[in-house]
């Protein structure tokens, strides 16, 4: 069921209506959220109740004994490397074992993620047991963060779901700027993700013939991801804030970003502190040293690569961002004198990358690539006629980069003191009018979350 969906919308309006009107509103919480991930089907439901019932249960073993963590992380990553990376692996390793590739279970690799690192913040002492089945249930199963996010700590939700079935979470005091954030989440997608998505479409499929098509593919593919995913982000934020839940900020802005780090710290931001902290922090400490710590950096980014997809563009994807990052630290003085010139090399390391992250194997990204610097045409496809000689083509592309410079406006404080001094009838009524009528247009093609595939 996806969030740009009238089905949604019905769905949605019906589970915060119980959740107005019954006492029990963590139990309404958990059971819309195990109805809305019953719409993926039999298997993944029944992996994803499996998955979270045998969590629950390595709760108690690892408080006595950290030991069983192993154990633990064995179960999720052998339950993920099975029904995400099976075929991958074994011919990685060549063999041929398995002969055909599975479909992966709806939101799989975001749910591992969050159980196992309450698992090791468990272990740590960072994260207190749930003795309640159903407040671990709606940890993780929270429809507004299951299918792709955000991964949310303990520390972060698991006060808040324990508040919530106690009955003291604040009562929906921003349902204005919930509605609000789901009306941008799906202007992001239906206005721009989906109107970007058949261009780009159109020149990864035919290949680019020139090197202006290719570096506009490549723009709009990237424009299309960041509308796509941070359009689901602040319809999830909004949905949280609909039921008194304050989840975690994914995006802050990451085209904005001067630095291959600082990037990381505004794009996919639960992704890139779980990197941090459970992968990069862990492996740099078996050695102390800057060379291990560099190595162990580009393990981590590998990884990070890997967790998008089976395939081995995504681990050149994500080994490129390391050596990126690698360069920075080696020439930051020097780096950090280009001024404006070190934000255009972030950026163009993002969108010469992303043609990894588009591409089906290595030799079509690199020929893409060889094409987006003079090395011939590796297509059909054309820049599109505009009818003024590609100026409103650069306009249109100008103007996606001002629309994401401006969303700073609208994380500051002053913004939510606005909306909560106008919060009303009347505001919840224009955002839920307006979000209902962007659902009601037609649509040319189906576009699914893009990270609903990962």
């Known amino acids: 069921m ?234 999830a934020l909004g949905l949280g804030y609909l039921f008194g839940l304050r989840l975690a900020v994914n995006f802050r802005q990451p085209f904005t970003a001067l630095t291959p780090q600082d990037f990381w710290r505004r794009w996919h931001v639960t992704l890139s502190f779980w990197i941090r902290d459970y992968l990069f922090t862990p492996l740099a400490r078996l050695r102390r040293s800057r060379r291990w710590a560099d190595i162990a950096l580009i393990i981590a980014m590998a990884l990070a690569g890997l967790w998008h997809g089976a395939n081995w563009t995504f681990i050149v994807w994500g080994v490129g961002w390391a050596l990126a990052i690698l360069i920075w630290h080696m020439a930051d003085r020097h780096l950090a004198r280009l001024g404006v010139a070190q934000w255009v090399l972030t950026f163009g390391i993002w969108l010469v990358l992303l043609a990894f992250f588009r591409a089906s194997d290595i030799g079509a990204a690199l020929k893409y690539i060889a094409t987006m610097f003079g090395g011939g ?32 406006y609208l994380n500051t404080r002053r913004t939510v003191l606005l909306m909560r001094r106008f919060d009303g009838p009347l505001l919840r009524a224009f955002f839920a009018g307006l979000a209902l009528w962007l659902l009601m247009l037609p649509k040319v093609q189906d576009n699914p979350f893009i990270y609903f595939r990962f």
């Open 2 to 235: 996806s969030y740009d969906s009238l089905y949604f919308a019905l769905f949605l309006a019906v589970t915060w209506a119980a959740f107005a009107v019954l006492p029990w509103r963590g139990y309404v919480l958990l059971a819309a959220s195990i109805a809305f991930y019953a719409v993926a089907g039999a298997r993944d439901s029944l992996l994803a109740a499996a998955v979270i019932l045998v969590n629950y249960a390595f709760q108690f073993p690892i408080m006595r004994d950290r030991r069983w963590l192993y154990a633990a992380l064995v179960v999720d990553f052998g339950c993920l490397a099975y029904f995400k990376y099976r075929v991958f692996l074994e011919t990685a390793a060549g063999f041929d074992v398995f002969s055909q590739h599975l479909v992966i279970p709806l939101g799989i690799s975001f749910y591992i993620f969050q159980l196992t690192a309450f698992l090791i913040d468990l272990s740590r002492g960072r994260a207190k047991p749930f003795y309640s089945l159903p407040r671990f249930a709606l940890f993780k199963l929270f429809f507004g963060q299951l299918v792709a996010g955000p991964i949310m700590r303990w520390r972060q939700f698991g006060p808040q779901i324990h508040r919530l079935f106690d009955g003291t979470l604040p009562r929906r005091r921003l349902l204005g700027i919930g509605l609000g954030l789901c009306l941008l989440g799906l202007i992001k997608k239906v206005v721009f993700a989906d109107a970007l998505a058949p261009f780009v479409e159109t020149i990864f499929h035919n290949g680019p013939a020139s090197a202006a098509a290719a570096w506009l593919g490549v723009f709009m593919f990237s424009s299309q991801v960041y509308f796509d995913f941070s359009g689901y982000s602040d319809i």
């Open 377 to 408: 045409s590796a297509g059909l496809a054309p820049v599109p006629n505009d009818g003024a000689g590609g100026a409103l083509i650069v306009l249109g592309c100008a103007g996606l980069l001002a629309l994401h410079w401006s969303e700073g």
